[in-house]
């Protein structure tokens, strides 16, 4: 219920603010609106408020919306109306109004942005773990427990931040001047090179090929958190028991058990236990899971964790309303750059489709988002307003962007684009949207199907 009500809410913020900018700007510009519709298909609930020309709608299908304007092409227009038909008006007016979709989308981004800077966001302090060898970052001698400072001169407050800059400079395969302060309070100063990173490389984890891994306290085995339905629970384990064997084999991490486990199911294990002053051997089998199209074992058992520790590593990055408002059209800018820089690689075919995501995974993560709190959903919200800006300004027939390119063509030639021209263009912009929407769907299925 959370993931569908936030799914609805973020579509109805981000159509309604969009098709808002197309409504205001014709207003302004003399042209009667007929219709303002939330959704498409058909109408379900309509409204006409007293003194306005403008039914305002609800429709079957919540996927989108749009603004029928008084036009020629599309009706008969009374001859006193005319000169508030939208073919009528002059190129660079037409061009004001399709234009202000996406702007529309670019503010709403930015609003947002700014709510969330003042609010605080968030996150993981830019700590560095164990350095991979012989990687980038091992050549530029960055070192396990080093804090992050700033990338070529700009701050770091986070990793997530980190994470963000390296992407936009991995883009551009160039080398960065990184600042950092090791465990000591030394300052040091490194170059990373970014030119090993391929395109291909950004379909994954990117960092891992930099040899740059988040730094994560050191995590025992010992038995923290269980579920009531899990199989550690019902072999006997309790909270707070050291497991110091798994088959024999000593461990030393967490993860050492989890290997164990994991490479297990539906086959027994037997665990050496310290609880107290007491050691003992407990059986168990884990229960087989599959994951990613493969069968591993599961106990239902999370590890102890030291939540000072944990809490210690954690930072709320927040602003003043002046700094807020210059970091949201920074973040708005940032943002819509890498959008367009990893889409036309991916029509190079620089960058895998995968990367695109269709209904079902936007639907997911405005769940997820909106389950972590106010902060996760309002930037969920403006990263989608600014991918939403940023598409339709592509230059394709159906699309805002594809509209504007027709107009440039004639204000280039002198006269509009000849109605055979639109006709093409129209089907050429189907083909092209319906492709995309197919391979966004297909990634979605494949998301939710593992293997």
Known sequence: MMTILAFVGAIALLVVFHEYG???????????????????????????FRGSDTEWTLSAIPLGGYVKMLDEREGEVMPEELDMAFNRQPVLKRMAIVVAGPVA???????????????????????LGEITPASPAAYAQLQAGETIVS???????????????LLDQALQQSTINIEGVNASGITLYHKLDLSSISPKDLDGEFLDKLGLKLYRPVLLPVIGMMTQDGVALASGLREG?????????????????????????????????????????ISLTPRSVVEAGMNVGKIGAGPKVDKAEWQALLNNVSYGPWDAMQHSLRKTWDTSIISLKMLGKMVLGQVSMKNLSGPITIADFAGQSAQMGLVAYLGFLA?????????????VPLLD??????????????????????????????ALLGTLMVFALY???????PG
């Not at 989308?105 to 302090?125: D, R, S, T």
């Not at 109605?419 to 129209?426: P, S």
């Not at 990634?443 to 199907?449: K, Q």
Request: charged share 20%; aromatic share 10%; net charge positive.
């Open 241 to 281: 028991d050291a497991v110091l064997r798994a088959d024999g084999v000593s461990l030393a991490h967490w993860e050492d058990l989890v290997g164990v486990i994991s490479s297990h199911p539906g086959r027994l294990v037997s665990l050496d236990i310290q609880r107290g002053d007491q050691i003992l051997t």
């Open 401 to 430: 962007g594809g509209h504007l390119l027709y107009y440039v063509a004639e204000l280039i030639k002198g006269s509009p684009v000849s109605e055979r021209a639109w006709e093409v263009g129209q089907k050429i912009g189907i």
């Open 151 to 165: 990338i070529d001169g700009e701050s770091i407050p986070s990793w997530q931040e980190l994470r963000w800059r």
């Open 105 to 127: 989308n670019f503010l709403l981004a930015i609003a947002l942005y700014w709510m969330v800077f003042v609010l605080g966001v968030p996150g993981l302090k830019p700590i």
């Open 443 to 449: 990634n979605d299925v494949n998301r939710l199907i």
């Open 383 to 395: 990263l989608v307003s600014v991918s939403l800006g940023v598409l339709n300004l592509l230059p």
């Open 22 to 48: 197309h409504y205001w700007v014709a207003r302004r510009c003399g042209v009667k609106v007929l219709r303002f519709s939330l959704g498409f298909g058909k109408v379900l609930y309509s409204k006409r």
